[in-house]
T-cell receptor, first 107, second 118 residues
Framework: EIVLTQSPVTLSLSPGERATLSCRAS??????LAWYQQKPGQAPRLLIY???NRATGIPARFSGSGSGTDFTLTISSLEPGDFAVYYC?????????FGPGTKVDIK | EVQLLESGGDLVQPGGSLRLSCAAS????????MSWVRQAPGKGLEWVSH????????YYADSVKGRFTISRDNSKNTLFLQMNSLRAEDTAVYYC???????????WGQGTLITVSS
């Protein structure tokens, strides 16, 4: 099973600041990585797929990078609606696995 | 507009059974793999099971293998999860999710809550 590790656990930032979230895989997953945003009481929403492609309707301030084992989600300038939990997920192998999440909260 | 609507969530005793359904609309259901993903209260996301577009192949997390069965009815655009021998640790919100591309999920339902407790 591919294990995904996310860091930091919590990121405390102010609106307008840049957020950098990390996801590391226990073995190479090429670019088979997605990022999701989840707000309290809501279903996850796909942000990034194939490591660096924005999903439909996702603002350009969200960007993804990386391949192999190390991946990054960057939010260039945080808006109030961006404070949420972010999960990475690998689609390389079965079982599919998610990272434990990074919570981005307001400083 | 893609819609996924789960149903079947309930309070069930340990050892009991439950069947979840997910009604899909707004896309060609029979062309896409579908998964169930769960989230225990206050916890992260856990992938549970996947069925390919035709239903011919299925995959399970070790935590549910042998107890849960995923299936689909492409004539009714519906995904199912039969859950047997339920345990307290199965308590979670269960989401159905539409598979796409290289193993990611582009649409999710709103979730249905399963509580396993005596």
């Amino acid at each position: 099973e591919i294990v995904l590790t996310q860091s930091p656990v919590t990121l405390s930032l102010s609106p307008g600041e840049r957020a950098t979230l990390s996801c590391r895989a226990s073995q190479s997953i090429s670019s088979y990585l997605a990022w999701y945003q989840q707000k309290p009481g809501q279903a996850p929403r796909l942000l990034i797929y194939d490591a660096s492609n924005r999903a439909t309707g996702i603002p350009a301030r969200f960007s993804g990078s990386g391949s192999g084992t190390d991946f990054t989600l960057t939010i260039s300038s945080l808006e109030p609606g961006d404070f949420a939990v972010y999960y990475c997920q690998q689609g390389r192998n079965w079982p599919r696995t998610f990272g434990p999440g990074t919570k981005v909260d307001i400083k | 507009e893609v819609q996924l609507l789960e149903s079947g969530g309930d309070l069930v005793q340990p050892g009991g059974s439950l069947r979840l359904s997910c009604a899909a609309s707004g896309f060609t259901f029979s062309s896409y793999g579908m998964s169930w993903v769960r989230q225990a209260p206050g916890k992260g996301l856990e992938w549970v099971s996947h069925v390919t577009f035709s239903g011919s192949n299925t995959y399970y997390a070790d935590s549910v293998k042998g107890r849960f069965t995923i299936s689909r009815d492409n004539s009714k655009n519906t995904l199912f999860l039969q859950m047997n021998s339920l345990r307290a640790e199965d308590t979670a919100v269960y989401y159905c999710a539409k598979g796409s591309g290289n193993g990611w999920y582009d649409y999710w339902g709103q979730g249905t809550l399963i509580t396993v407790s005596s």
